[in-house]
């Protein structure tokens, strides 16, 4: 990889040009060994912090990427450890701050507000990125008259909404995984850029200790983030070295966050000929990380061998959904349903001819049976899915990247309209 021209150095990290990347367009980001506070009045090294903050925010954003949420991150920096590869963006100069708890710089802009106060939805905020100014928190009104132009992009409305949006659904993905390790994320900050080649808005900069306040087992006192280091009264060595346990603490926990427990889905179909319909089921769970067995089992014609697949995958150890597809006379799913504690979903291949008589043996069901029905393979999916989800925090944050996508496409599809472009 060779690396080219320095693009711009901040405070804690630089970004070099990557000539040779396939499409032109990447660059290289690579940390420093360099911790800073109040507008870097406050700066000292750190040996180690630029692996561990690097570490930390590949470890987030491989998350984010998996979820399906549009970002910057290409790739880890398989030489150096203190470097990942990205999209090239024209950077906006505002931090878009979300809140869960209020505690900080909140509490003496707000003083009426008590610390501990719960945000739901959580808040969010606008702060310009400023030096001489100390980071100005800004109302929405005031980004909208800035009218920035970013990447040949202006910045209006339509994009301050997209950020707004993005930045609740990322907070609320990155909150789930960090619950997941007994870790509550009590606020954080992100930053968009605009892809230099295509103009899309996105997701950039880094995601690393410094980025949040986080309190494992949601007590304050316990805290691992950039906080401890802004609250030390004096900078000593040995601060400075648990400062640093903290950084490396933070990097080893986030990498478990990656790591999830989906569950299975199991889709029966009562006959061979169901199978272009199972398929779609099975394309629309990948896409939420949910792992899927195709099986084929007929309740009416072969019920002990149904039961007995049945007491397989309950024996598994692993949540489960079963997902029950059965045209004309369904008792597949009502069997399935009737000798399992697991939740069942009816998803009959529903015919032109009859299928209006059909449906309701999916629809009607035996006192005491609990299934439900969802006509569209797509619909039993995310139904499934979101079943899943309750419990693991990858599949509940495709659910929420899902929701995000669809909203920026409804906003864009409308800003398109409404502009004639």
């Not at 903050?53 to 790739?75: D, N, P, Q, R, W």
């Not at 369904?330 to 069997?335: C, E, H």
Request: hydrophobic share 40%; proline share 5%.
């Amino acid at each position: 990889m060779k690396i080219g021209e320095k693009i711009i150095e901040g405070k804690t990290k630089i970004v070099y040009a990557l000539p040779d990347s396939p499409d032109g367009n990447h660059v290289l980001l690579k940390s420093k060994d360099k911790i800073t506070a109040f507008d870097a009045t406050r700066k000292d090294e750190m040996s180690g912090k630029a692996a561990q903050s690097t570490a930390t925010t590949c470890a987030i954003f491989e998350m984010l990427k998996a979820c399906g949420l549009k970002t910057h991150f290409v790739k880890r920096c398989e030489s150096d450890p203190e470097a990942f590869i990205g999209i090239a963006c024209e950077m906006i100069p505002l931090e878009v701050v979300c809140r869960r708890i209020a505690t900080g710089s909140f509490l003496k802009r707000y003083p009426g507000v008590k610390e501990g106060y719960r945000f739901t939805p959580p808040k969010q905020e606008f702060f310009l990125k400023d030096d001489a100014q100390h980071d100005p928190f800004w109302t929405y009104e005031q980004c909208v008259e800035a009218a920035f132009e970013i990447g040949g992009k202006k910045i209006g409305k339509h994009e301050l909404d997209i950020m707004s949006e993005s930045a609740i659904a990322i907070f609320e993905i990155i909150e789930r995984a960090w619950a997941t390790v007994d870790v509550a994320l009590v606020d954080m900050k992100i930053e968009f850029g605009v892809n230099r080649k295509t103009g899309e808005l996105m997701l950039a900069d880094v995601v690393d200790n410094d980025s949040w306040r986080i309190w494992p087992s949601g007590d304050k006192r316990l805290m691992r983030d950039k906080q401890v280091y802004r609250n030390l009264p004096e900078v000593t060595p040995e601060a400075l070295e648990q400062v640093k346990k903290n950084y490396a603490w933070v990097a080893g926990e986030s990498q478990k966050l990656n790591k999830h427990n989906p569950g299975h889905v199991v889709v029966f179909m009562g006959s061979a000929s169901d199978i272009d319909h199972c398929k779609k089921i099975e394309a629309a769970l990948k896409s939420f990380n949910v792992p899927c067995d195709l099986r084929v089992s007929s309740a009416h014609k072969g019920s002990e061998d149904t039961l007995k697949v049945l007491r397989v995958y309950e024996g598994q150890g692993v949540p489960i959904v079963i997902i029950a597809v059965a045209g004309r006379s369904n008792g597949l799913g009502p069997v399935l349903s009737g000798n399992t504690s697991f939740p069942v979903i009816n998803c009959p291949p529903v015919s032109s001819g009859w299928g209006a008589e059909d449906v309701w043996s999916s629809l009607r069901l035996p006192s005491g049976l609990g299934c439900t029905t969802a006509l569209n393979p797509d619909g039993a999916a995310a139904a499934a899915a979101q079943i899943l989800g309750l419990h693991d925090h990858i599949i509940w944050g495709s659910l929420r990247a899902k929701r995000l996508n669809m909203a920026v496409g409804l906003r864009e599809a409308d800003d398109k309209l409404v502009s004639g472009k």
